[in-house]
Structure formats: C-alpha cells, structure tokens
C-alpha cells in the first residue's frame, strides 16, 4: 500500500483538514502519479456538504488532477515514468456495457466509478480525490497533457473544460449560430473560449454588469445583463442553444424565452433544488431542454489535444492547500477569475 497526504472532509459539517490514508500498490494496469495541481470545482463543495446526496465520508474531494508519472504496472503501454499525466472525473467502469462500448463511460448503465465519492467496481472500496499527494488510476482513465501548456491552468480541463466542451461538440455548435452562455464562472469561461473558437457567435448572459469587460476579453461578442428587462426583452428569440452553466437557483423559463424557434437549452450546472418548467415554455417554439455530463475518456483527450493546438487553458488563481476554505467561500460568492486550482506541492 502506499501512504498517502491529502485534506479530507470528516463529515458533511466539519470543514477539510489534513487527513493521511493508504492507496493500491500499482497494479500491472495501473499508472500512479504524483499530484502537482488540482482544480477547485464548485462539486466539490456540493459533495462534502452533501448537496446532492449522501457522501461516502472521509471525503477527498478533487476530480481536476495533473501530475507527474512516477509508476507504471508491468502491462502499461501508453505511459512512462516521467510523463505529465492528468485524471478527471472517472476513474473506472465497467466496460461492457453498451454505453462504455461506445466511449461513453460517464454513462455507464451499471454504474461507473467516480474520483472521489464513490466506489471502485468492486463497490466496496471507496475513491479518494485529488486533493492528495498522488493517485493510483488504471490506465485506460489516464490523460496525456501536453507539454506545451502551463500544467497548472490545465487541469481545470479536466472537469469544467469537457463538461462544456461535450455538449457545444455534440450539438455540433459552430459557424452560424448564436450561442448563449448563461453565467461567466469556471464552466462558463471556457464555454465562451469553445464557443469562440468553434466559429459561433457568442453572448455571455450574467446578472453581474461588472463582468462584461471580461467576458469580451475571453472573446465574447455580446453581452447581456438578465436582471434589465430591457436587455432581455431585446434578446427574446435571438438564440440558437444557450449553454447553462449556473449552479444557482434561476428561472429556466425566462431563459427558454430567448431562444430562436427550435432552440435548445442545455443545463450543465447543477442547482441544489428542482427548477419548475412550464410546458408553454416548450410548446411554444418546439424547443428543446436538455443536459449534458462530462465527456467521455476518448473526447476528454480529444479536447486536451485540441486545447494543446489552440493555446487554450482556464483563467485560474492558485492557492495554497490550507486556504482552501477561503477559497470556497470565495467561490459561492462569485469571487474568483475563473477557476482555483492547489498547488499541491503546499500539501
């Protein structure tokens, strides 16, 4: 076994605090490396506070996760000691099912694992994030990252990165259409980047007037404040998608107004409490609301190779490990440009 440091929440009322426990020795298909950078993504707050559903305590949050290769198992071919590796949300499923079968293990029908809060697929050991010194992961959940780009900015990639890249790709948003990106955070901001880069035009929805200046720097070519009424009634039928990355409570039906004609919103921020949709909202222009997860392991690198050709990476404030509840505070508050990420070595 291999003795590991990490900060670990104790329960859903104690805040993190060092905690040491003991990883798998590396099997014949397993790649360990040690953590340089982990992101701060707002789940990991939903999670320890037991947001969304009852956590599996001690809790190692982190599911953003760059480091460098130290181990590999004897059957490992993709991989070599001295690699920059990265893991994201999944660290297994079960390969066989018809979703696994076609690259998307973030819906594995018997159930996948995740990073942390979560169970191996023998679903009795529990997974512990990276909010840790170094992981063990099987190989097949394992990232390349490039070399060309800052680490540290890069590991966000692994969660808020793919999670929006997922959905612009997989409705094939580019030239020609107008997408909105509701909130300007961690996923919004490389929403607007994807969206930019894909060829759509872009507008940052965002209750907060004072981030226009950025959305623009990102490279958003409009920007609208939903609490005018004005603005908003001048933007009612100009979407063709609009991306919804808050994790707030808001009023999708207002939202849903602003689409075009067989527009489609799509939610990958997860509010804490049910939001109601009125039907007419629907009916109305045979509009569709839909969701979307993270990407699977092979659109994960296929977006880690595209970030690497087009220089792109998150916005991000590095903080030490201690300062982590700050840093959450921080976060709920809408303070932070755009993502924190531990610099792990602080451990």
Not at 26 to 44: P, Y
């Amino acid at each position: 076994m291999i003795a590991t440091k990490a900060y670990a929440a104790q329960s859903p009322t104690t805040d993190l605090a060092p905690w040491n426990f003991e990883r798998r020795d590396v099997g014949a298909h397993d790649v360990q490396f040690d953590i340089l950078f982990c992101g701060v993504c707002h789940s990991d707050l939903h999670q320890i506070k037991n947001d969304w559903f009852p956590g599996i305590f001690p809790m190692v949050p982190g599911h953003e996760i760059v480091g460098r290769v130290v181990a590999v198992g004897s059957h490992v071919k993709n991989f070599k000691v001295g690699d920059l590796a990265g893991t994201g949300c999944l660290v297994d499923s079960c390969r066989e099912c018809e979703n696994c079968k076609q690259d998307l293990e973030q819906f594995c029908l018997n159930g996948n694992s995740q990073t942390y809060n979560s169970l191996e697929q023998d679903k009795k050991t529990p997974t512990y994030g990276g909010y840790s010194n170094t992981i063990v992961v099987n190989e097949d959940f394992v990232l390349h990252i490039s070399e060309k780009l800052n680490p540290a900015a890069v590991a966000p990639l692994l969660c808020a990165g793919i999670t929006t890249y997922s959905p612009l790709r997989h409705w094939k948003v580019g030239k020609g259409h107008k997408l909105a990106v509701l909130g300007l955070g961690g996923l919004g901001h490389m929403a607007v980047k994807f969206g930019v880069a894909f060829g759509a035009e872009v507008t940052v929805l965002s209750t907060s007037a004072n981030k226009e200046a950025d959305a623009r720097k990102l490279g958003a070519h409009h920007f609208v404040v939903t609490t005018d009424a004005e603005q908003v009634k001048a933007a009612q039928g100009t979407f063709d998608f609009i991306l919804d990355t808050v994790s707030a409570e808001h009023d999708l039906n207002m939202y849903l107004g602003l689409l075009r004609t067989n527009g489609t919103h799509i939610c990958v921020g997860v509010p804490s409490k049910p939001a109601p949709v009125a039907a007419f909202s629907l009916l109305g222009g045979r509009k569709s609301l839909a969701g979307s997860n993270i990407g699977g392991l092979a659109e994960t690198q296929e977006m880690l190779d595209y970030c690497a050709e087009h220089n792109i990476v998150s916005e991000i404030e590095m903080i030490d490990m201690k300062d982590i509840a700050n840093a959450y505070e921080r976060m709920l508050k809408g303070d932070v440009r755009y993502r924190f990420v531990i610099d792990m070595a602080t451990l």
